[in-house]
Protein backbone atom coordinates (compact mmCIF):
# COMPACT_ATOMS: atom_id res chain seq x y z
CA UNK A 1 0.00 0.00 0.00
CA UNK A 2 1.29 3.40 -1.07
CA UNK A 3 2.26 5.28 2.18
CA UNK A 4 -0.48 8.60 2.70
CA UNK A 5 0.53 11.60 3.17
CA UNK A 6 1.91 12.97 6.21
CA UNK A 7 1.41 16.41 7.26
CA UNK A 8 -0.65 19.42 7.79
CA UNK A 9 -2.73 21.66 6.17
CA UNK A 10 -4.51 25.40 6.53
CA UNK A 11 -7.15 26.68 4.88
CA UNK A 12 -8.44 30.45 4.32
CA UNK A 13 -11.78 31.71 3.01
CA UNK A 14 -12.24 35.31 2.40
CA UNK A 15 -15.55 37.40 0.75
CA UNK A 16 -16.48 36.13 -1.98
CA UNK A 17 -15.37 32.44 -1.26
CA UNK A 18 -16.82 32.54 2.03
CA UNK A 19 -20.85 32.60 2.24
CA UNK A 20 -21.48 35.50 4.63
CA UNK A 21 -19.25 38.53 4.96
CA UNK A 22 -16.94 36.07 7.01
CA UNK A 23 -13.06 35.39 6.75
CA UNK A 24 -12.86 31.36 7.56
CA UNK A 25 -9.35 29.83 8.95
CA UNK A 26 -8.89 26.54 9.81
CA UNK A 27 -6.44 23.64 10.18
CA UNK A 28 -5.92 20.55 10.78
CA UNK A 29 -2.33 19.77 12.96
CA UNK A 30 -0.82 16.35 11.92
CA UNK A 31 1.48 15.21 15.12
CA UNK A 32 3.19 11.83 16.01
CA UNK A 33 -0.13 10.06 16.83
CA UNK A 34 0.32 9.54 20.18
CA UNK A 35 1.25 13.10 21.04
CA UNK A 36 -1.95 14.94 23.51
CA UNK A 37 -2.38 18.13 21.96
CA UNK A 38 -4.15 20.73 24.60
CA UNK A 39 -5.96 24.08 24.54
CA UNK A 40 -4.24 27.14 26.58
CA UNK A 41 -5.58 30.79 27.18
CA UNK A 42 -3.49 33.18 28.01
CA UNK A 43 -4.64 37.21 28.89
CA UNK A 44 -3.39 40.33 27.73
CA UNK A 45 -0.11 41.17 29.96
CA UNK A 46 2.32 43.88 30.76
CA UNK A 47 5.76 43.21 31.01
CA UNK A 48 8.88 45.20 33.27
CA UNK A 49 11.41 46.73 30.41
CA UNK A 50 14.50 44.04 30.12
CA UNK A 51 12.17 41.11 31.06
CA UNK A 52 12.81 37.47 28.87
CA UNK A 53 10.21 35.29 27.69
CA UNK A 54 11.60 31.22 28.06
CA UNK A 55 10.30 29.65 24.71
CA UNK A 56 10.22 25.66 24.30
CA UNK A 57 14.24 25.60 24.22
CA UNK A 58 15.67 29.59 23.99
CA UNK A 59 14.50 32.95 26.11
CA UNK A 60 14.55 35.99 24.25
CA UNK A 61 13.59 39.57 25.01
CA UNK A 62 9.74 39.98 26.10
CA UNK A 63 7.47 42.61 24.74
CA UNK A 64 5.75 45.30 26.71
CA UNK A 65 2.84 44.05 26.15
CA UNK A 66 1.30 40.74 25.22
CA UNK A 67 -2.37 40.49 23.57
CA UNK A 68 -4.50 37.80 25.04
CA UNK A 69 -4.39 34.27 22.88
CA UNK A 70 -6.18 30.94 22.98
CA UNK A 71 -3.50 28.65 21.40
CA UNK A 72 -3.85 24.40 20.45
CA UNK A 73 -0.74 22.99 21.04
CA UNK A 74 1.46 19.65 21.83
CA UNK A 75 1.00 19.43 25.39
CA UNK A 76 5.42 19.55 25.80
CA UNK A 77 6.00 22.86 24.24
CA UNK A 78 5.85 26.71 24.86
CA UNK A 79 4.37 27.52 21.25
CA UNK A 80 1.36 26.39 19.52
CA UNK A 81 0.56 24.38 16.23
CA UNK A 82 -2.72 27.20 15.66
CA UNK A 83 -4.40 29.38 17.97
CA UNK A 84 -5.97 33.23 17.84
CA UNK A 85 -5.71 36.23 19.87
CA UNK A 86 -7.99 38.97 20.95
CA UNK A 87 -7.69 41.37 17.86
CA UNK A 88 -9.01 38.09 15.35
CA UNK A 89 -5.95 37.53 14.08
CA UNK A 90 -4.99 33.57 13.43
CA UNK A 91 -1.77 31.63 12.75
CA UNK A 92 -0.82 28.00 11.88
CA UNK A 93 2.45 26.40 10.82
CA UNK A 94 3.33 24.24 8.00
CA UNK A 95 6.56 22.09 8.08
CA UNK A 96 8.97 22.37 4.84
CA UNK A 97 12.16 21.60 3.80
CA UNK A 98 14.24 23.94 1.36
CA UNK A 99 17.46 24.00 0.01
CA UNK A 100 18.80 26.15 3.01
CA UNK A 101 20.10 23.66 5.57
CA UNK A 102 18.08 22.80 8.65
CA UNK A 103 19.34 24.12 11.95
CA UNK A 104 19.14 20.95 14.41
CA UNK A 105 20.24 23.37 17.56
CA UNK A 106 17.95 25.36 19.96
CA UNK A 107 16.57 28.25 18.53
CA UNK A 108 13.14 28.95 18.01
CA UNK A 109 10.35 26.26 16.49
CA UNK A 110 8.18 27.43 14.32
CA UNK A 111 5.52 26.70 16.86
CA UNK A 112 7.16 29.32 19.34
CA UNK A 113 6.76 31.98 16.40
CA UNK A 114 3.20 30.80 16.14
CA UNK A 115 2.37 32.03 20.03
CA UNK A 116 4.85 35.15 19.38
CA UNK A 117 3.20 36.26 16.29
CA UNK A 118 -0.12 35.98 18.28
CA UNK A 119 0.86 37.36 21.32
CA UNK A 120 2.78 40.62 19.77
CA UNK A 121 0.56 41.38 16.33
CA UNK A 122 -2.90 42.84 16.30
CA UNK A 123 -3.32 42.33 12.42
CA UNK A 124 -1.94 39.60 10.08
CA UNK A 125 0.32 41.88 8.68
CA UNK A 126 2.29 42.77 12.22
CA UNK A 127 2.79 39.38 13.64
CA UNK A 128 4.23 38.57 10.08
CA UNK A 129 6.47 40.95 10.91
CA UNK A 130 6.99 39.85 14.06
CA UNK A 131 7.99 36.55 12.71
CA UNK A 132 9.94 37.46 10.60
CA UNK A 133 12.06 39.85 13.01
CA UNK A 134 12.17 37.09 15.37
CA UNK A 135 13.49 34.90 12.46
CA UNK A 136 16.25 37.12 11.69
CA UNK A 137 17.17 37.54 14.84
CA UNK A 138 17.17 34.21 16.52
CA UNK A 139 16.97 32.09 13.66
CA UNK A 140 14.48 28.61 13.58
CA UNK A 141 15.96 25.49 14.40
CA UNK A 142 15.28 22.50 17.30
CA UNK A 143 14.01 19.42 18.22
CA UNK A 144 10.27 19.44 16.87
CA UNK A 145 9.03 16.19 18.41
CA UNK A 146 9.19 14.89 21.84
CA UNK A 147 12.22 11.96 21.14
CA UNK A 148 15.68 11.48 20.85
CA UNK A 149 15.34 11.19 16.80
CA UNK A 150 16.25 13.93 14.83
CA UNK A 151 13.03 16.00 13.50
CA UNK A 152 13.41 19.70 12.33
CA UNK A 153 12.29 21.33 9.86
CA UNK A 154 11.49 25.09 8.40
CA UNK A 155 8.40 27.16 8.18
CA UNK A 156 5.80 27.95 6.34
CA UNK A 157 2.90 30.19 8.08
CA UNK A 158 -0.86 31.06 7.27
CA UNK A 159 -1.84 34.70 8.92
CA UNK A 160 -5.14 35.81 9.17
CA UNK A 161 -7.64 38.03 9.96
CA UNK A 162 -10.55 39.60 9.34
CA UNK A 163 -9.70 41.69 6.68
CA UNK A 164 -7.47 39.88 4.73
CA UNK A 165 -4.80 36.76 4.76
CA UNK A 166 -0.87 36.08 4.57
CA UNK A 167 0.87 33.45 3.81
CA UNK A 168 4.88 33.25 4.78
CA UNK A 169 6.90 30.85 3.61
CA UNK A 170 10.92 30.68 5.06
CA UNK A 171 14.00 29.21 4.52
CA UNK A 172 16.02 29.87 7.86
CA UNK A 173 16.04 33.37 8.30
CA UNK A 174 15.19 34.39 4.63
CA UNK A 175 11.10 34.50 3.65
CA UNK A 176 8.51 35.86 0.75
CA UNK A 177 4.80 36.54 1.64
CA UNK A 178 1.86 36.82 -0.43
CA UNK A 179 -1.14 38.68 0.58
CA UNK A 180 -4.54 37.00 -0.09
CA UNK A 181 -7.61 39.49 -0.32
CA UNK A 182 -10.29 37.33 -1.73
CA UNK A 183 -11.22 33.98 -2.75
CA UNK A 184 -9.80 30.40 -0.94
CA UNK A 185 -6.51 29.63 -0.08
CA UNK A 186 -4.53 26.94 1.57
CA UNK A 187 -0.94 25.61 2.36
CA UNK A 188 0.40 22.05 3.37
CA UNK A 189 4.08 20.47 3.60
CA UNK A 190 5.26 22.44 0.53
CA UNK A 191 6.52 26.07 -0.74
CA UNK A 192 3.65 27.52 -2.85
CA UNK A 193 4.88 31.04 -3.82
CA UNK A 194 6.02 31.62 -7.12
CA UNK A 195 6.79 34.90 -8.47
CA UNK A 196 3.65 36.57 -6.84
CA UNK A 197 5.57 37.97 -4.00
CA UNK A 198 3.96 40.73 -2.21
CA UNK A 199 7.16 40.99 0.61
CA UNK A 200 9.92 39.41 0.88
CA UNK A 201 13.41 39.68 2.60
CA UNK A 202 15.83 42.27 1.53
CA UNK A 203 18.33 39.52 0.41
CA UNK A 204 16.36 36.95 -0.80
CA UNK A 205 17.44 37.19 -4.36
CA UNK A 206 21.16 37.72 -3.95
CA UNK A 207 21.49 34.72 -1.59
CA UNK A 208 19.67 32.87 -4.20
CA UNK A 209 21.91 34.19 -7.03
CA UNK A 210 24.71 33.87 -5.32
CA UNK A 211 24.37 29.81 -4.62
CA UNK A 212 23.37 29.22 -8.32
CA UNK A 213 19.15 28.79 -7.76
CA UNK A 214 18.83 31.91 -9.89
CA UNK A 215 20.41 33.68 -12.65
CA UNK A 216 19.56 36.94 -11.42
CA UNK A 217 17.51 38.23 -14.84
CA UNK A 218 13.64 37.50 -15.68
CA UNK A 219 10.57 37.17 -12.88
CA UNK A 220 11.88 35.06 -9.45
CA UNK A 221 9.93 32.34 -8.35
CA UNK A 222 10.64 31.49 -4.67
CA UNK A 223 9.23 28.40 -5.18
CA UNK A 224 11.13 27.62 -8.06
CA UNK A 225 14.66 28.70 -6.37
CA UNK A 226 14.11 27.30 -2.90
CA UNK A 227 12.97 24.04 -3.06
CA UNK A 228 15.21 21.50 -2.43
CA UNK A 229 16.35 19.27 -5.41
CA UNK A 230 15.82 16.17 -3.38
CA UNK A 231 12.92 16.75 -1.23
CA UNK A 232 11.83 14.45 1.83
CA UNK A 233 9.66 12.27 1.11
CA UNK A 234 7.01 13.68 3.59
CA UNK A 235 6.98 16.80 1.21
CA UNK A 236 6.48 14.88 -2.09
CA UNK A 237 3.51 12.72 -0.81
CA UNK A 238 1.57 16.05 0.66
CA UNK A 239 1.31 17.34 -2.82
CA UNK A 240 -1.14 14.91 -2.91
CA UNK A 241 -2.96 16.17 0.03
CA UNK A 242 -2.62 19.83 -1.04
CA UNK A 243 -4.00 19.13 -4.52
CA UNK A 244 -6.90 17.58 -2.84
CA UNK A 245 -7.08 20.90 -0.27
CA UNK A 246 -7.13 23.36 -3.13
CA UNK A 247 -9.67 20.83 -4.71
CA UNK A 248 -12.49 20.94 -1.88
CA UNK A 249 -12.33 24.60 -1.62
CA UNK A 250 -12.59 25.19 -4.95
CA UNK A 251 -16.24 23.28 -4.70
CA UNK A 252 -17.42 25.11 -1.93
CA UNK A 253 -16.02 28.90 -3.26
CA UNK A 254 -18.71 31.20 -3.11
CA UNK A 255 -20.10 29.24 -0.13
CA UNK A 256 -17.31 27.99 2.87
CA UNK A 257 -19.03 28.54 6.30
CA UNK A 258 -17.11 26.89 9.48
CA UNK A 259 -19.59 24.08 9.17
CA UNK A 260 -18.04 23.86 5.22
CA UNK A 261 -14.66 23.92 6.84
CA UNK A 262 -14.95 21.50 9.75
CA UNK A 263 -16.54 19.18 6.76
CA UNK A 264 -12.81 19.96 4.54
CA UNK A 265 -10.75 19.12 7.78
CA UNK A 266 -12.98 15.99 8.43
CA UNK A 267 -12.13 14.43 4.75
CA UNK A 268 -10.54 11.29 4.72
CA UNK A 269 -10.38 10.62 1.07
CA UNK A 270 -7.86 13.38 0.42
CA UNK A 271 -5.73 12.32 3.31
CA UNK A 272 -6.54 16.04 5.24
CA UNK A 273 -8.19 13.92 8.27
CA UNK A 274 -5.35 11.50 8.66
CA UNK A 275 -4.98 8.26 10.98
CA UNK A 276 -2.20 6.22 10.35
CA UNK A 277 0.31 4.13 12.26
CA UNK A 278 2.89 6.78 12.96
CA UNK A 279 0.77 10.15 12.58
CA UNK A 280 -2.74 11.74 13.16
CA UNK A 281 -4.56 14.42 13.13
CA UNK A 282 -4.15 15.37 17.03
CA UNK A 283 -6.00 18.73 17.14
CA UNK A 284 -7.91 20.93 14.27
CA UNK A 285 -9.16 24.37 14.81
CA UNK A 286 -11.60 26.43 12.80
CA UNK A 287 -11.98 30.49 12.95
CA UNK A 288 -15.55 32.75 12.05
CA UNK A 289 -14.17 35.99 11.67
CA UNK A 290 -17.03 38.74 10.49
CA UNK A 291 -15.31 41.78 8.88
CA UNK A 292 -17.81 43.59 11.15
CA UNK A 293 -15.29 44.77 13.86
CA UNK A 294 -18.12 44.80 16.24
CA UNK A 295 -18.81 41.34 16.07
CA UNK A 296 -17.07 38.71 18.07
CA UNK A 297 -14.76 36.41 16.26
CA UNK A 298 -15.40 32.61 17.23
CA UNK A 299 -12.82 30.36 17.15
CA UNK A 300 -13.94 26.35 17.64
CA UNK A 301 -11.23 23.71 18.66
CA UNK A 302 -11.38 20.04 19.29
CA UNK A 303 -8.27 19.50 21.93
CA UNK A 304 -8.99 15.44 21.11
CA UNK A 305 -7.62 13.67 17.95
CA UNK A 306 -8.95 12.87 14.54
CA UNK A 307 -11.84 15.38 13.86
CA UNK A 308 -14.34 13.00 12.07
CA UNK A 309 -14.42 11.76 15.57
CA UNK A 310 -14.30 14.80 17.75
CA UNK A 311 -16.26 17.43 18.14
CA UNK A 312 -15.83 21.39 17.74
CA UNK A 313 -16.50 23.43 20.48
CA UNK A 314 -16.42 27.07 20.22
CA UNK A 315 -14.10 29.96 22.16
CA UNK A 316 -15.39 33.36 22.34
CA UNK A 317 -12.65 36.13 24.17
CA UNK A 318 -14.62 37.61 26.95
CA UNK A 319 -13.42 39.86 29.54
CA UNK A 320 -14.00 37.35 32.40
CA UNK A 321 -12.30 33.74 30.92
CA UNK A 322 -13.05 30.83 32.99
CA UNK A 323 -10.00 28.53 32.81
CA UNK A 324 -10.57 24.98 31.29
CA UNK A 325 -8.50 22.58 33.14
CA UNK A 326 -9.90 19.47 31.23
CA UNK A 327 -7.80 20.61 28.26
CA UNK A 328 -4.90 21.33 29.88
CA UNK A 329 -2.24 18.50 30.25
CA UNK A 330 -0.33 17.51 33.46
CA UNK A 331 2.44 19.85 34.46
CA UNK A 332 5.92 18.48 35.63
CA UNK A 333 7.85 21.30 36.00
CA UNK A 334 11.67 20.93 35.94
CA UNK A 335 11.73 17.45 36.03
CA UNK A 336 9.94 17.39 32.51
CA UNK A 337 11.75 15.40 29.73
CA UNK A 338 11.92 18.13 27.46
CA UNK A 339 13.90 20.21 30.22
CA UNK A 340 16.43 17.68 31.74
CA UNK A 341 19.37 17.41 30.15
CA UNK A 342 19.63 15.05 27.49
CA UNK A 343 16.13 16.13 26.10
CA UNK A 344 13.60 13.08 26.30
CA UNK A 345 15.49 10.67 27.66
CA UNK A 346 11.63 9.19 28.97
CA UNK A 347 7.95 9.87 28.31
CA UNK A 348 5.59 11.04 30.65
CA UNK A 349 1.23 11.15 30.65
CA UNK A 350 0.77 14.46 29.18
CA UNK A 351 -3.16 12.91 28.89
CA UNK A 352 -5.66 15.47 29.86
CA UNK A 353 -9.06 14.85 31.28
CA UNK A 354 -11.20 15.11 27.43
CA UNK A 355 -8.75 13.39 25.92
CA UNK A 356 -8.69 10.51 28.27
CA UNK A 357 -12.85 10.46 28.58
CA UNK A 358 -12.65 10.80 24.01
CA UNK A 359 -10.58 8.12 23.76
CA UNK A 360 -12.60 5.85 26.23
CA UNK A 361 -15.41 6.84 23.99
CA UNK A 362 -14.10 6.24 20.60
CA UNK A 363 -16.09 2.98 20.46
CA UNK A 364 -19.60 3.91 20.68
CA UNK A 365 -20.60 5.48 17.81
CA UNK A 366 -24.34 6.01 19.37
CA UNK A 367 -22.57 8.20 21.16
CA UNK A 368 -20.53 10.33 18.62
CA UNK A 369 -23.67 10.84 16.53
CA UNK A 370 -25.24 12.10 19.96
CA UNK A 371 -22.40 15.00 19.96
CA UNK A 372 -22.22 15.28 16.77
CA UNK A 373 -25.96 16.80 16.62
CA UNK A 374 -25.41 18.58 19.56
CA UNK A 375 -22.11 20.22 17.89
CA UNK A 376 -24.98 21.11 14.72
CA UNK A 377 -26.84 22.63 17.46
CA UNK A 378 -23.98 24.74 18.84
CA UNK A 379 -23.40 25.93 15.08
CA UNK A 380 -26.86 27.09 14.94
CA UNK A 381 -27.03 29.02 18.29
CA UNK A 382 -23.70 30.53 16.92
CA UNK A 383 -24.84 31.85 13.64
CA UNK A 384 -27.91 33.13 15.70
CA UNK A 385 -25.31 35.17 17.59
CA UNK A 386 -23.50 36.35 14.47
CA UNK A 387 -26.64 37.58 12.64
CA UNK A 388 -27.06 39.64 16.35
CA UNK A 389 -30.38 37.24 17.57
CA UNK A 390 -28.16 36.70 20.75
CA UNK A 391 -25.51 39.03 22.45
CA UNK A 392 -22.12 37.73 22.29
CA UNK A 393 -21.51 38.19 25.90
CA UNK A 394 -24.30 35.64 26.77
CA UNK A 395 -21.74 32.66 25.02
CA UNK A 396 -18.50 33.82 27.29
CA UNK A 397 -18.66 30.81 28.72
CA UNK A 398 -19.38 28.44 26.14
CA UNK A 399 -16.10 27.03 25.50
CA UNK A 400 -16.08 25.89 29.13
CA UNK A 401 -19.84 24.64 28.86
CA UNK A 402 -19.18 22.17 25.79
CA UNK A 403 -15.94 20.76 27.29
CA UNK A 404 -17.84 20.09 30.62
CA UNK A 405 -20.53 18.36 28.40
CA UNK A 406 -18.54 16.51 26.21
CA UNK A 407 -16.99 14.90 29.13
CA UNK A 408 -20.41 14.18 31.35
CA UNK A 409 -21.60 12.78 27.66
CA UNK A 410 -18.70 10.29 27.25
CA UNK A 411 -18.66 9.31 31.13
Not at 320 to 341: E, L
Request: with cysteine; charged share 20%.
Amino acid sequence: MAELPRSCDCFVSLPPGSKEDHVIFGKNSDRPRDEVQEVVYYPASSHPAGSTVECTYISIPQAEHTHAVVLSRPAWLWGAEMGANEHGVCIGNEAVWTKEPVNPEDALLGMDLVRLGLERGDTAWSALNVITALLEQHGQGGACRETTEPFSYHNTFLLVDRQEAWVLETAGKLWAAQKITEGVKNISNQLTISTEISAEHPELRSVAQTQGWWGGEGEFSFTAAFSPDNPPVRMELAKQRYKGGTALLQQHDGSVTAEVMMSILRDKASGICMDSEGFRTTGSMVSILPRNPDVPCVHFFTATPDPSRSIFKPFIFSESMRPVNTVISPQYGPDDPVRTQPRFQHQVDRKHELYKAHQTALTNPDLQQTMRYLESQCLEEIEAMLRGDIKGQELGDLFFDCVDAEIKFYQ
